[in-house]
């Protein structure tokens, strides 16, 4: 089994190769290898008390932030709490993510009301939304056409994206886009609000529709009564542009190092499961404060195999599954989270100026024989 690589600049270089023969039914049995590896470690079972102590924090930290925000009154000291709840915030909905891929509670109904309550209630952001885009996501990450992450309509992320006509003005940003995403990413709080919204009130399937509405309702209209009540008009916008602004910018800042600039998967080509997580994601390496401030989604390749695995263990199981993909001779992608933002930025430039990308997209217009082989190297 030869491995094939280009000497690109920089990123990961995949290629298809084809197996000895017209199947590798092997292939599939690997990530069952591997979860049994992973489950006769115990690193799926339950941490209550590490979540029951988090799901406590929730309203305690939310009633002393609101606590704050009433003793400062209408003070421009405000914009110091405004901050403050973008944190509070971004850190619950990350609990409420948790919650959604059932590694709190065994019962999924807990697990479900939990993320609900959490989302809805606290956050302001639908679960029924949330849950429909985020499992398309998993099931299909980076697929063409499939994974929705990848279907933004300001950014152009595939090649196919960025040759749709626009007028002159929207091509020279497209062209550019990679220093405009970040600044781009201030917007997503308030996007995160309006498509919950949209969606509760569409005809769009949503479970518990009156209770999603009703929770969203009392966190964002009494969200905005509380602030527009102590604070003055002036002072009520800067302080939601900051809050807004901060909670989008946190939120983004921790998802687009996952995926972004790693290779594309074209519509309709087939992969075993590991491989098809495991190559499409890549791993934000630092100590147990970055595991903290990024909510466990810089071991995003361990939580894309394993979605129901708690947090705590993600860490704990990262040097067993990256043995076992290198003993497979799948790559396993890891890098430093500053280094992750300049290879986003680049890949999404060079998207965007219409290089088809010889390290990130090979699979774009890749047609693989049946149980062609995903082989891959990191970058030098």
Same mark, same amino acid.
């Given at each position: 089994?030869?491995?094939?690589?280009?000497?690109?600049?920089?990123?990961?270089?995949?290629?298809?190769?084809?197996?000895?023969?017209?199947?590798?039914?092997?292939? %599939?049995?690997?990530?069952?290898?591997?979860?049994?590896?992973?489950?006769?470690?115990?690193?799926?079972?339950?941490?209550?008390?590490?979540?029951?102590?988090?799901?406590?924090?929730?309203?305690?930290?939310? /009633?002393?932030?609101?606590?704050?925000?009433?003793?400062?009154?209408?003070?421009?000291?405000?914009?110091?709490? %405004?901050?403050?709840?973008?944190?509070?915030?971004?850190? /619950?909905?990350?609990?409420?993510?948790?919650?959604?891929?059932?590694?709190?509670?065994?019962?999924?109904?807990?697990?479900?009301?939990?993320?609900?309550?959490?989302?809805?209630?606290?956050?302001?952001?639908?679960?029924?939304? &949330?849950?429909?885009?985020?499992?398309? !996501?998993?099931?299909?990450?980076?697929?063409?056409?499939?994974?929705?992450?990848?279907?933004?309509?300001?950014?152009?992320?595939?090649?196919?994206? %960025?040759?749709?006509?626009?007028?002159?003005?929207?091509?020279?940003?497209?062209? !550019?886009?990679? &220093?405009?995403?970040?600044?781009?990413?201030?917007?997503?709080?308030?996007?995160?609000?309006?498509?919950?919204?949209?969606?509760?009130?569409?005809?769009?399937?949503?479970?518990?529709?009156?209770?999603? /509405?009703?929770?969203?309702?009392?966190?964002?209209?009494?969200? #905005?009564?509380?602030?527009?009540?102590?604070?003055?008009?002036?002072?009520?916008?800067?302080?939601?542009?900051?809050?807004?602004?901060?909670?989008?910018?946190?939120?983004?800042?921790?998802?687009?190092?996952?995926?972004?600039?790693?290779?594309?998967?074209?519509?309709?080509?087939?992969?075993?499961?590991?491989?098809?997580?495991?190559?499409?994601?890549?791993?934000?390496?630092?100590?147990?404060?970055?595991?903290?401030?990024?909510?466990?989604?810089?071991?995003?390749?361990?939580?894309?195999?394993?979605?129901?695995?708690?947090?705590?263990?993600?860490?704990?199981?990262?040097?067993?599954?990256?043995?076992?993909?290198?003993?497979?001779?799948?790559?396993?992608?890891?890098?430093?989270?500053?280094?992750?933002?300049?290879?986003?930025?680049?890949?999404?430039?060079?998207?965007?100026?219409?290089?088809?990308?010889?390290?990130?997209?090979?699979?774009?217009?890749?047609?693989?024989?049946?149980?062609?082989?995903? #082989?891959?190297?990191?970058?030098?």
């Amino acid at each position: 089994m030869a491995l094939e690589v280009d000497p690109a600049p920089a990123g990961t270089v995949v290629r298809a190769l084809p197996a000895e023969g017209p199947s590798r039914p092997e292939h %599939a049995e690997d990530f069952t290898a591997l979860a049994s590896i992973v489950r006769s470690s115990g690193l799926l079972r339950r941490r209550y008390g590490y979540y029951w102590a988090k799901l406590i924090a929730v309203p305690v930290v939310t /009633i002393l932030s609101i606590g704050l925000f009433l003793v400062l009154g209408d003070s421009w000291w405000q914009l110091f709490t %405004a901050v403050l709840f973008a944190f509070v915030f971004t850190q /619950i909905a990350f609990l409420g993510h948790d919650a959604a891929h059932r590694q709190i509670f065994r019962s999924g109904r807990w697990n479900d009301w939990t993320s609900l309550v959490i989302g809805n209630l606290f956050v302001g952001m639908s679960y029924g939304w &949330w849950q429909h885009k985020h499992t398309r !996501h998993h099931a299909n990450p980076n697929r063409e056409g499939v994974d929705p992450d990848i279907d933004l309509p300001v950014v152009a992320f595939t090649p196919a994206q %960025a040759t749709v006509p626009r007028p002159p003005v929207f091509r020279w940003v497209i062209g !550019h886009q990679g &220093w405009f995403f970040f600044p781009i990413l201030l917007l997503e709080g308030l996007s995160l609000h309006a498509s919950s919204v949209r969606r509760v009130l569409s005809r769009a399937p949503v479970q518990r529709r009156p209770v999603e /509405i009703a929770f969203l309702a009392v966190r964002i209209l009494g969200f #905005l009564a509380l602030v527009f009540v102590v604070l003055s008009p002036g002072k009520a916008a800067v302080f939601l542009a900051v809050q807004l602004g901060l909670f989008g910018f946190y939120m983004g800042m921790s998802f687009a190092p996952n995926h972004k600039g790693m290779p594309l998967v074209p519509h309709d080509l087939k992969i075993d499961f590991l491989r098809r997580q495991v190559l499409m994601s890549r791993n934000i390496h630092g100590s147990r404060v970055l595991d903290f401030m990024m909510g466990g989604l810089n071991y995003q390749i361990e939580h894309h195999l394993f979605p129901s695995m708690p947090r705590p263990h993600l860490r704990r199981a990262a040097p067993t599954i990256r043995e076992f993909c290198t003993t497979a001779g799948v790559l396993y992608t890891e890098t430093t989270l500053i280094e992750s933002y300049a290879i986003v930025t680049r890949y999404i430039n060079r998207v965007g100026l219409g290089e088809k990308d010889p390290f990130a997209c090979p699979l774009v217009e890749l047609r693989a024989t049946p149980g062609a082989i995903i #082989l891959t190297r990191p970058r030098a």
